[in-house]
């Protein structure tokens, strides 16, 4: 019933029927300067959506949880510097009306809540684009089973994410399911991007998992960077730095250029 590719616009921005687009910034919104800084530099590299957590799930309650309502205001203060649009987590039915008075232009879904359906038929409701991040332990069929709870609610805004899945190494923090962007091709109309961040969980492997994501055939990318990684609040071990970002992002636009996508 859907032959062509979903192409799904963030801010101006296409994710997508062979438009690229690169999502990076801290894991947590740490501060005004931190957020502002990094948004310059990912910027600066080619990145053209910021991240930033404002609400972290994080696996202990004693772990930072994130600046919540103060992290949306200082991601609108740092799009208001760059003019990116932002992508940042909704964990709670509850929060979506803070998403909405900071015009939030893209809601991350997380691997946690991949299978919150009350969270996704909310999401759906709205017209926002989502970014849906596949489950820690679930199959590619659930994946799009949860995308389409939110597309049956009536946003068709759906961008899928593969952010590695828990399987028996021990070595990284998750494997990288590269296979899953070919398959979830297959299976759907729906864009795929790839998160080599949360996949390798080591800043060292991000570049070597991030440009075996274009080459099979990925519509995009969410890398953590991080202007102090040591210091992070968050994540700081899969952290690149805007240096490191910048580097990857010189190898990974004569790749999409090989590939012939369009980085925008
Ligand atoms: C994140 O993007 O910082 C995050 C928590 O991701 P995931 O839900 O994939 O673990
Ligand atoms: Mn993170």
Redesign the pocket.
């Known amino acids: 019933f859907h032959p062509d590719d979903t192409i799904v616009d963030v801010g101006g921005h296409k994710i997508g029927g062979g438009y690229f687009a690169v999502m990076s910034g801290p894991?947590?919104v740490e501060s005004k300067e931190q957020i502002t800084y990094v948004a310059q530099r990912v910027q600066a590299a080619g990145a053209s959506i910021l991240?930033g957590?404002a609400f972290?799930?994080r696996t202990s309650p004693y772990s930072f949880q994130g600046l919540r309502a103060e992290g949306l205001e200082l991601l609108q203060e740092a799009r208001a510097v760059t003019g990116q649009p932002i992508v940042t987590?909704l964990m709670n039915n509850e929060h979506i009306h803070l998403f909405e008075d900071a015009h939030v232009d893209m809601i991350?879904i997380?691997?946690?809540?991949m299978q919150n359906f009350e969270l996704l038929k909310a999401v759906g409701r709205l017209k926002t684009p989502v970014l849906l991040?596949?489950g820690?332990s679930s199959t590619l069929e659930e994946l799009v089973m949860s995308a389409e709870y939110i597309m049956a609610e009536g946003n068709p805004n759906v961008v899928l994410?593969e952010?590695?899945i828990r399987t028996f190494e021990t070595s990284m923090r998750n494997t990288l399911d590269i296979s899953a962007v070919p398959m979830l091709k297959k299976m759907t109309h729906l864009p795929v991007v790839i998160?080599p961040?949360?996949a390798a969980g080591i800043a060292f492997m991000v570049p070597a998992l991030a440009q075996a994501a274009v080459a099979v055939g990925a519509d995009g990318l969410?890398i953590?960077t991080h202007n102090n990684p040591a210091k992070a609040k968050?994540?700081g071990a899969q952290s690149l730095t805007p240096d490191q970002f910048d580097a990857l992002m010189k190898v990974i636009k004569p790749e999409l250029e090989f590939f012939g996508k369009k980085l925008n």
Do not use: I, T, V, Y
């Open positions: 894991c947590s991240r957590g972290k799930p987590e991350q997380g691997a946690r809540n991040k596949r820690l994410c952010r590695g998160d961040s949360h969410m953590e968050s994540d």
